[in-house]
């Protein structure tokens, strides 16, 4: 079955500390993206890639970080930059052209102490 | 800039009610738009599409128009279970491949 895969779907880490979110998808699709949702809340872009080895900062990219470097992988770090890193993380990719909708991962619940 | 406006929540019906969310838009050129489902704990899952102008997309019972004369594009359910009830997300996706999320709207079927 084709889709993206987030894992762990629960991470707990100690502040200070960073944390790594992974993000696989096997649909062959170009663009990749991050999202932060916050409780009751919607859909907040942190970083989002078009293309291998390239990415953009979304609305909130301060205290995350990305790479790029397989098509099918798009890991997140959230930093000890991050004041307020606690919150439900999405990954999500798309093929290019405007008729094409994106197809999330189920999410990474992330708790920081 | 482009945006996406949907209806403040939550929303609350009886089993078998007829359900509107309505979702407007803001977007030069022709965008394509989309509404999504989230159910809790859970990631975002397409509902329904519509990629021009008149378009009606459905799916499951909802169905959404392309109005670009009123710029929206309302989620109707003429008969909701309580199955449905989860967070409604309007988004439109604009001619540079850019995604716009509304904030959501919770509903909640009560049988």
């Known amino acids: 079955d084709g889709g993206i895969t987030q894992s762990p779907k629960y991470l707990f880490r100690k502040e200070g500390q960073n944390v790594t979110l992974s993000c696989e998808q096997n649909?062959?699709?170009?663009?990749m993206y991050w999202y932060r949702q916050d409780p009751g809340q919607g859909l907040r872009l942190i970083y989002y890639?078009?293309?291998?080895?390239?990415?953009q900062k979304g609305d909130i990219a301060e205290g995350y970080s990305v790479s790029r470097e397989k098509k099918e992988s798009f890991p997140l770090t959230v930093t000890s930059a991050q004041k307020n890193p606690t919150a439900f993380y999405l990954c999500?990719?798309?093929?290019?052209?405007?008729?094409?909708?994106?197809?999330f991962g189920p999410g990474t619940r992330l708790t920081v102490t | 800039g482009n945006s996406v406006t949907q209806m403040e929540g939550p929303v609350t019906l009886s089993e078998e009610a007829f359900l509107t969310i309505n979702c407007t838009y803001t977007?030069?050129?022709?965008?394509?738009l989309f509404w999504y489902v989230q159910y809790p704990g859970e990631g975002l899952q397409l509902l329904l599409k519509?990629?021009?102008?008149?378009d009606k997309g459905s799916n499951k019972g909802f169905e959404a128009t392309y109005r670009k004369e009123t710029t929206s594009f309302h989620l109707e359910k003429g008969s909701v279970q309580v199955s449905d009830s989860a967070v409604y997300f309007c988004?439109?996706?604009?001619?540079?491949?850019?995604?716009?999320f509304g904030t959501g709207t919770s509903l909640t079927v009560i049988p």
């Open positions: 999500a990719s798309s093929i290019g052209g405007t008729r094409y909708e994106q197809y």
């Open positions: 649909l062959n699709h170009d663009a």
């Open positions: 890639s078009q293309i291998v080895n390239d990415f």
């Open positions: 977007a030069t050129g022709y965008p394509s």
């Open positions: 519509a990629t021009k102008a008149d």
């Open positions: 988004a439109l996706r604009d001619t540079g491949n850019q995604f716009y």
